[in-house]
C-alpha cells in the first residue's frame, strides 16, 4: 500500500464517515483501461473547448443526472452534468467545489474532475463512446495525447492520456478514472502537480477531492473509483462502538473477513476498512496499524 492512500484511509478510520449515500474515491478497486480511440467519436475540441456528448443509455438512471442527462465534455479535463455546461473547465483549475467547472452563471453545478487541467489541442484528441451490453454498458470519454498549455504541434512525449467510465449498472461504484500517461516531461505539471481530481454534486454540499495541485497523486496505470459508502458506524474498525479498536473488535473482525469474492454483510460493515464492499486481508493491514488496545481511545471519539 502507498503512502498516500495509507494516509487516506487513516484519515477516514479516525474521522466520522459519511453517513449513507456518501461519497470516497479510493485507489483500491480494479479497473480496466478501455481504449477508444480507434473506435470513439472524435469531438474536435479546441484549446478551451467544451461540447455535449451522448451516452446510448439515460443517465437519469445513475448519480450523474444534474442536466436531465446532458454531458459536456471540457478539453481541459472534466465532465459537466448541467442543461447550459457551455462555460466548460475555466483553465486555472482550483480546489472542489468550484465555480470554474462548468459554473459560469451556474454557481457549482454537477461535475467531474477527471483532470482538470490547462490542456492544449495541438496534438490528440477528445474521445466518446458507449461499450458493451444493455444492461452492463459503459459510458466513455477519453483524452487522447494532449499536451499542457501552450501546447506544440510535435507528438514527443509530452502529452498525457486518460479517461473516465460512467457505468449503467446501478452498483457502489459510480465511476472510474483510469490514467494512462500523466508525464508532461516537466515537474512542475506531471502526476496532478497543476491539476485536481474530484467530484462535485451540484448542491454545493456533496463532492470529495483526490487531490488538488499535488505532485504524484496520479500516476500512469493508477484507477482511482468514486465509490458510494454505506457504512453507518461512526468509526471504521470501532465495531462494538466503544472508541477503541481492539481484541474484542478483532475477534468480529476474523469473523468477516471472507475473502474479496464475499460481500460485506450489514453486521461487518464498520470492518471494511477501506470501504470497498467487502472484508479482507488489505482491510486487516489497516486494521492492523490502526489498532489502539483497550486502553488507547480513537482521537476525537467520545465513549
Not at 34 to 44: A, C, R
Amino acid at each position: 500500500m502507498n503512502q498516500r492512500i495509507a494516509a487516506f484511509l487513516s484519515i477516514f478510520s479516525t474521522l466520522a464517515l459519511p453517513a449513507y449515500g456518501g461519497l470516497v474515491i479510493v485507489d483500491t478497486e480494479p479497473g480496466s483501461f478501455i481504449d477508444i480511440s480507434d473506435s470513439g467519436t472524435p469531438m474536435g475540441l479546441g484549446d478551451e473547448g467544451v461540447a455535449q456528448a451522448l451516452p446510448d443509455f439515460p443517465l437519469s438512471q445513475t448519480m450523474f443526472s444534474g442536466g436531465g442527462g446532458i454531458v459536456w465534455v471540457s478539453n481541459n479535463g472534466a465532465l459537466g452534468f448541467l442543461v447550459d455546461g457551455s462555460a466548460g473547465a475555466f483553465y486555472l483549475n482550483g480546489e472542489i467545489p468550484s465555480i470554474g467547472l462548468f459554473g459560469g452563471a451556474h454557481g457549482t453545478p454537477q461535475a467531474l474532475a477527471v483532470y482538470w487541467d490547462d490542456l492544449d489541442s495541438d496534438t490528440g484528441e477528445v474521445y466518446y463512446a458507449t461499450v458493451g451490453e444493455p444492461g452492463e454498458r459503459v459510458f466513455i470519454v477519453q483524452w487522447q495525447d494532449r499536451p499542457h498549455y501552450p501546447g506544440d504541434a510535435t507528438l514527443d512525449g509530452d502529452e498525457v492520456t486518460f479517461q473516465v467510465q460512467i457505468f449503467e449498472a446501478v452498483g457502489n461504484i459510480k465511476a472510474q478514472f483510469l490514467y494512462q500517461d500523466v508525464d508532461f516531461l516537466d515537474p512542475s505539471l506531471d502526476e496532478g502537480a497543476s491539476a485536481t481530481v474530484g467530484y462535485q454534486d451540484g448542491e454545493g454540499s456533496g463532492y470529495v477531492q483526490w487531490s488538488f495541485n499535488e505532485p504524484g497523486a496520479v500516476t500512469a496505470d493508477m484507477v482511482l473509483t468514486l465509490l458510494e459508502v454505506s457504512q453507518t458506524c461512526e468509526y471504521v474498525g470501532d465495531n462494538d462502538g466503544d472508541c477503541d479498536i481492539d481484541l474484542d473488535d478483532y475477534s468480529d473482525f476474523a469473523s468477516c473477513c471472507l475473502g474479496p469474492d464475499a460481500g460485506a454483510s450489514p453486521a461487518c460493515e464498520c470492518l471494511d476498512m477501506n470501504m470497498n464492499g467487502v472484508v479482507d486481508l488489505a482491510d486487516f493491514a489497516v486494521f492492523q496499524r490502526d489498532f489502539t488496545g483497550p486502553d488507547e481511545t480513537i482521537p476525537g471519539c467520545q465513549p
